[in-house]
């Protein structure tokens, strides 16, 4: 599981980065845009290609450290091996869903390369942002799954 934790990290640090970079190129723009009138072509097409692979570079250590919502109202009062036990269950089904978005997502990108699809503006091929996407979204799948059949200790982490 140190594997996986730092390649849920190395994921967070990238997406990151990601965000970081799209965010001075819009502030770049922008300014641009108000200033002198010059502006960056493709950089809606860009933003929007970033943020989808960051949340989807963000999600591993997200379920590393179990930062998805719990809701736990009505289970607040039940025992700690009921706990337990749900959430391992919310586990697996997370991994099932992650693993589900991995091979949509893998299809998707086959289909946008056999295609040769690309965005409007830039002409950028739009297989790149799938694959992009899908190997965070198959290491959300193997934690989670990991986390189902391990169980987690104080801190999230698997046990």
Not at 45 to 64: D, K, N, R, Y
Not at 71 to 85: I, N
Not at 129 to 145: D, E, F, H, N
Request: glycine share 10%; net charge neutral.
């Amino acid at each position: 599981m140190r594997l996986l934790s730092t390649l849920a990290r190395l994921c967070a640090v990238l997406a990151g980065v990601l965000l970081t970079v799209i965010t001075l190129m819009t502030c770049a723009s922008l300014i641009g845009r108000n200033t002198t009138g010059w502006t960056l072509v493709g950089d809606f097409e860009l933003s929007g290609a970033a943020a989808g692979a960051a949340i989807a570079l963000f999600m591993p250590w997200c379920q590393v450290r179990r930062g998805h919502i719990l809701v736990d109202f009505f289970t607040s009062r039940a025992s700690a091996a009921t706990q337990s036990a749900l959430d391992r269950v919310g586990a697996l089904l997370l991994g099932l869903v992650m693993a589900l978005l991995a091979w949509r997502t893998t299809l998707g990108g086959l289909n946008a390369w056999n295609t040769q699809s690309t965005t409007m503006m830039m002409g950028l091929p739009e297989w790149i942002v799938y694959a992009g996407m899908v190997p965070p979204l198959a290491l959300t799948a193997l934690i989670a799954l990991l986390q189902a059949l391990r169980g987690f200790d104080e801190e999230g982490a698997v046990a």
